[in-house]
């Protein structure tokens, strides 16, 4: 690629200060300076964020959905750097349109040459559509779609409709991997003009014992008739077939029974054979696969396991109806294993959140106190999580309720309830979970 002296030397005074802004936060022990750079580096020039794609060897991938971004990002990241690649990542998180190019800005030289056969970026739902544009990726993973943060978002058929606009748009070449058990990102691949390749599961012993409150797309996206399910896996997320007009599961390219999966929880399962099925695409051999995901370690915040005053902590992310109530599920069989009778919910209303908290409401808490033991709650929506908590426990119900205003005092009042040799299991809501691990590592994500 060819760029003007002009261009050039704006890149190189992009990058110089974007660099420099990187040490300072770094040095001062800020954070992680994820963002930050990559904002300011974006107003000294605002084409930097296509110029820096477009040196990348091999390609860009983007990870795009609700839940499971920066788990699936990671475990694919593992996967071809185990092969060898060499791979630029917004590992922390930040998957807005600063947080991509501060990642690409930290594979760069002084005078902007970038270094990395693939750029692995897991992108915000509702920026995919924007960043298209400025950078066409060879691959694109659509995990999931449900309702989250409807204040910023929209409903599910919005984003889709979004998606599937500036998708068909690309080249050709372009390869489209998605979740086939979702009906909506089942329905928008069948029209797209790219390959594309579906991920899902054919584990009818898994299935959930009836669909749950917060569900989603129930509906057929083609005709509007409901849809039947032969049973449903996580939300929505199932095998289905529309009796009216047809429309059924899209056929899987790969088979979910000959991979393990990576952490706990059902919704792991789904980030698992995505980055398998991306990783085969790319030519990493199934020894490597498997050796990954046995040996993967969470990434912050999500599954991640921490021993603070030599107790075990797990913190899952949960910042959706669905998302909390898979984490809900997946703590009750660790319950059931014998595992951790104290639970840590932090609910908080800050942009990174959404401000509307009233999705909490969608969430079967009854499935959490119904087990007894102790619940604390914190966040700045301490009372409304409470309220929600209160509301869950029947009559006779043996569950401790703790409301703690203060996360730090919160956080040291579950440990004192987390008996020796259990798990405190924390869910916290995205601005939650970084003021959680703030609190537990000293560091924050900046």
């Not at 989250?148 to 390869?175: C, F, H, M, N």
């Not at 706990?264 to 399962?269: A, E, L, P, R, S």
């Not at 003021?435 to 537990?440: A, K, P, S, W």
Request: glycine share 8%.
């Amino acid at each position: 690629m060819r760029i003007s002296f002009f261009d050039r030397f704006r890149l190189g005074v992009a990058v110089a200060v974007a660099k420099t802004v990187t040490a300072l936060v770094r040095s001062l022990r800020l954070g992680a300076a994820s963002v930050l750079p990559g904002e300011i580096a974006r107003r000294l020039h605002p084409n930097l964020l296509q110029l820096l794609s477009r040196q990348v060897k091999h390609g860009v991938i983007f990870i795009a959905g609700t839940n499971g971004k920066t788990t699936t990002s990671l475990l694919l990241r593992t996967m071809l750097e185990r092969q060898g690649w060499r791979i630029a990542h917004n590992a922390a998180g930040a998957n807005l349109v600063n947080g991509l190019m501060t990642a690409l800005l930290a594979n760069t030289n002084l005078i902007g040459q970038l270094s990395a056969d693939y750029a692995i970026l897991e992108v915000d739902e509702n920026i995919l559509p924007k960043v298209l544009p400025s950078i066409q990726p060879k691959f694109i993973l659509c995990l999931n779609l449900f309702r989250d943060q409807l204040d910023r978002y929209g409903e599910v058929d919005t984003i889709s409709q979004r998606w599937k606009d500036a998708i068909a748009q690309l080249p050709k070449e372009t390869v489209v991997i998605l979740n086939g058990d979702d009906p909506t990102l089942s329905y928008l691949g069948q029209q797209l003009p790219q390959r594309v390749l579906s991920f899902g599961l054919s584990e009818p012993e898994a299935y959930l014992d009836e669909i749950p409150h917060a569900v989603d797309s129930i509906y057929c996206p083609r005709c509007g008739h409901s849809l039947d399910y032969q049973g449903v896996y996580l939300s929505h997320q199932g095998d289905f077939h529309c009796p009216s007009c047809g429309f059924e599961k899209s056929k899987l390219a790969i088979d979910s029974r000959k991979w393990p999966q990576i952490l706990i929880g059902i919704y792991n399962k789904y980030n698992t054979l995505a980055a398998v099925l991306a990783a085969q695409e790319i030519g990493v051999d199934a020894d490597t696969l498997l050796d990954t995901i046995k040996n993967f370690h969470a990434a912050f915040g999500r599954s991640e396991e921490l021993e603070v005053a030599g107790k075990k902590v797990r913190i899952l992310l949960s910042k959706n109806p669905v998302a909390l109530n898979e984490t809900i599920r997946a703590v009750n069989q660790q319950r059931s294993n014998g595992g951790s009778s104290t639970t840590l919910m932090v609910l908080n209303d800050r942009t990174p959140d959404g401000t509307d908290v009233s999705w909490i409401w969608d969430v079967d808490t009854e499935k959490l106190v119904e087990k007894g033991g102790t619940v604390v709650v914190s966040g700045d929506r301490v009372y409304d999580m409470a309220l929600r908590i209160r509301y869950s426990q029947a009559e006779g119900n043996v569950c401790k309720l703790i409301v703690k205003e203060d996360l730090q005092d919160a956080i040291a009042t579950a440990l004192e309830h987390t008996p020796t040799g259990e798990t405190l299991h924390i869910l916290p809501t995205y601005s939650a979970m970084l003021e959680v691990r703030g609190i537990l590592t000293g560091r924050q994500i900046l």
